[in-house]
């Protein structure tokens, strides 16, 4: 049965008749994780941070949440670099890149990425989504074909169908279904584009084994490492370097919104690659650059990571010891290899009451359902961060224990 938000999505008539619909069915009959979409923090992501829950009560939360695994937030290089560069360029960029929004510490961004990625150059976005946007409807076209895992990101499936390529879904992680795929392909451009952490279970791609396919068909390869960047693989370098093949790879893409924090994304590839997307990548030409005084602390949280090791240290030990602590308490985590831990639940009903239980206890997670994910493949979606500490997480895995014990999503001791 579908959903209430893609009932509302897809009913016929007068535009404003879905959004009353929804209007009306929220308020009768609200979904059980409806109220877990609707914290609001009261302070910048800690381990324990502040939140406001809907009810207007105020709770300090263990914070299992935040897409910022490294938690540099409050780091004090990372403010001293923001403070000093909103005094000397103020704040906000006021220009697109190719007028006048382009300043010495993008570019020094931009030199920097394209070093930390092996490749000759790179580009910077306002924010993640739309630098995926701006990749794929700038470089493909119809008549061309983009090869997609079904369980990428939503960001690539909306910048392929924007090109008006062909969009051509594979199994997920599955290199022999891509491969039929691609056999029957006759389009001369072609690209194999891939999450290189999926956001919704923590597992990564098989990077080696496309590179392989995209070597035989003739195809170009992206990954997008958005959560794999500064948080997988030695030095944080990302999936690809995982499985030693990040010098084959025709285009990286990441964001600064998950190990470090912050907003904003990039493409590193070729230097002609990348020149082209400057001028046809809509979402980079069109519109205002990223703020200088983010692309200042990006710049320094990079250098942070590089310099002080232990950051990626405790990060590796936390969701090592977290992920084991649940998986020996009886939770499936869905083969996640990075710091996203899912809890396979399979029935909203109980997912939201999960979640529920857990804010009221102090914990704050997130869920992973449709659009996301099939609801029948609902589940509980848990980031660790490099500051928790291993005291922190087993509390947490024994409150998810208990519940989860009541609940009856897992069987009773
Ligand atoms: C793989 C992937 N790409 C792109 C994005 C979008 O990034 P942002 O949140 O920085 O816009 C996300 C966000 O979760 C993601 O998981």
């Not at 990040?246 to 990348?274: C, M, N, P, Q």
């Not at 992973?368 to 490099?386: D, Q, Y």
């Amino acid at each position: 049965m579908p959903s209430l938000f893609e009932t509302c999505y897809r009913m016929d008539g007068k535009l404003t008749d879905k959004a009353e619909r929804l209007a009306v069915e929220l308020e009768r009959n609200p979904p059980a994780y409806f109220d877990g979409l609707h914290m609001t923090l009261l302070e910048g992501v800690k381990p324990i941070t502040k939140v406001r829950m809907p009810s207007g009560e105020v709770k300090e939360m263990l914070m299992l949440g935040s897409n910022s695994f490294l938690n540099l937030n409050h780091h004090p290089r990372v403010l001293e670099a923001e403070r000093k560069a909103a005094e000397k360029y103020g704040v906000g960029a006021g220009s697109p890149p190719l007028y006048a929004g382009t300043t010495d510490v993008h570019a020094e961004l931009e030199r920097k990425l394209a070093e930390f990625c092996h490749t000759e150059d790179a580009l910077i976005f306002p924010a993640g989504y739309s630098g995926n946007i701006g990749v794929l409807s700038g470089l493909c076209r119809m008549g061309d074909a983009i090869f997609c895992d079904s369980s990428n990101h939503a960001s690539l499936f909306d910048g392929a169908r924007l090109s008006g390529a062909e969009v051509i879904p594979y199994l997920h992680l599955n290199t022999s279904h891509l491969q039929l795929k691609l056999e029957g392909c006759k389009a001369a451009g072609k690209i194999i584009v891939t999450d290189g952490v999926f956001s919704m279970e923590g597992s990564l791609a098989p990077v080696d084994e496309l590179v392989r396919l995209k070597n035989q068909h003739d195809t170009m390869l992206m990954v997008d490492d958005a959560h794999g960047f500064w948080a997988v693989g030695p030095g944080g370098q990302g999936t690809a370097s995982l499985f030693n093949c990040r010098d084959e790879i025709d285009i990286h893409y990441g964001t600064f919104s998950k190990a470090l924090g912050y907003t904003g994304g990039f493409a590193a590839a070729s230097h002609v690659v990348i020149e082209y997307l400057r001028y046809y990548a809509r979402s980079a030409f069109f519109s205002s650059a990223l703020p200088v005084t983010v692309a200042a602390g990006v710049l320094e949280a990079m250098k942070v990571v590089e310099e002080e090791p232990v950051h990626l240290q405790n990060l590796k030990r936390n969701r090592d010891f977290f992920q084991n602590e649940l998986e020996r308490r009886g939770f499936d985590t869905l083969n996640s290899r990075s710091a996203i831990i899912p809890l396979l639940v399979g029935d909203e009903a109980k997912l939201g009451a999960l979640q529920m239980a857990l804010f009221n206890d102090g914990i704050f997670s997130n869920i992973g359902t449709t659009p996301a994910v099939k609801a029948s493949r609902c589940r509980l979606r848990l980031n660790v961060m490099a500051t928790h500490s291993l005291e922190q997480l087993a509390v947490a895995a024994d409150i998810i224990e208990r519940h989860a014990r009541k609940l009856g999503i897992l069987p009773e001791n």
